[in-house]
């Protein structure tokens, strides 16, 4: 059945207003809707500097306790990179410092790293004078910290050496042959000589070499035909050592 062609006019000019209205709502509805969105990805470029400056610069970031807080710190890395600072009470640790008298060029106390030896502490003392002699000295001994080192002129005794300086406490150690077992002289090696006052490495290689081509010591004043051993070095021994 065909419409009349006036009322189909009317019908399809009734229609056009309401569809400009539905275009015109949905062109306002993106714009609003667009504008929308643009503020919040402006608010949030914003707002996330401002939270992570304010969570950096809290007191729980910057290790602060407050009331009812429980004072743990979180350490914050301000600038990417950035080295972390030094902790205090470093300094001078891990040092040995030892006193060095007697033939030296600049006598006095001597700072140097762990493991150096009495070589070592001679040298930074300006080294050894004319009339040192440092055969009487153990040169390769490594050093303890707060002893005193003596180089001395020859005839002249050396002061004793150190021992380990643990078990006690960490201070000088005590004489060698103080409250202490003697050294047989029948028995003794290389390292128990070298720890006797005015011994070093090379006159204890002595004594050995005496013994092996005598046989045995019996008596202590033998030492004295042992070359290097003088009355005052004899003197100083005859305490320390038996047969």
Do not use: C, Y
Request: charged letters at 15%; hydrophobic letters at 50%; zero cysteines.
């Amino acid at each position: 059945m065909s419409l009349p062609a006036g009322l189909g006019s009317a019908r399809v000019a009734a229609t056009r207003p309401a569809v400009v209205a539905v275009v015109l709502i949905a062109v306002v509805f993106a714009a609003v809707f667009g504008v929308r969105l643009l503020r919040a990805r402006d608010v949030g470029s914003v707002v996330a500097p401002a939270a992570a400056q304010l969570t950096a610069n809290s007191p729980t970031a910057t290790g602060a306790s407050g009331p009812g807080q429980s004072g743990a710190s979180v350490v914050v890395s301000a600038t990417p990179g950035s080295a972390p600072a030094a902790a205090p009470g470093g300094a001078g640790a891990g040092t040995i410092i030892v006193h060095v008298v007697g033939q030296v060029r600049h006598a006095g106390v001597v700072e140097l790293p762990p493991g150096s030896r009495v070589v070592d502490a001679i040298d930074k003392a300006g080294g050894a004078g004319r009339k040192a002699d440092l055969s009487a000295v153990n040169l390769a001994r490594l050093l303890v910290d707060g002893e005193q080192i003596v180089v001395p002129k020859p005839g002249e005794a050396p002061a004793a050496a150190p021992t380990s300086a643990a078990g006690n406490g960490g201070g000088p150690a005590a004489p060698a042959g103080a409250g202490s077992a003697k050294v047989n002289l029948n028995t003794a090696d290389l390292a128990a000589f070298d720890s006797l006052p005015g011994v070093g490495p090379v006159l204890a290689g002595r004594i050995l070499a005496w013994r092996t081509e005598h046989g045995r010591f019996t008596s202590i004043d033998e030492l004295a035909e042992v070359s290097g051993i003088g009355e005052k070095v004899l003197a100083n021994l005859t305490p320390l050592v038996t047969l």
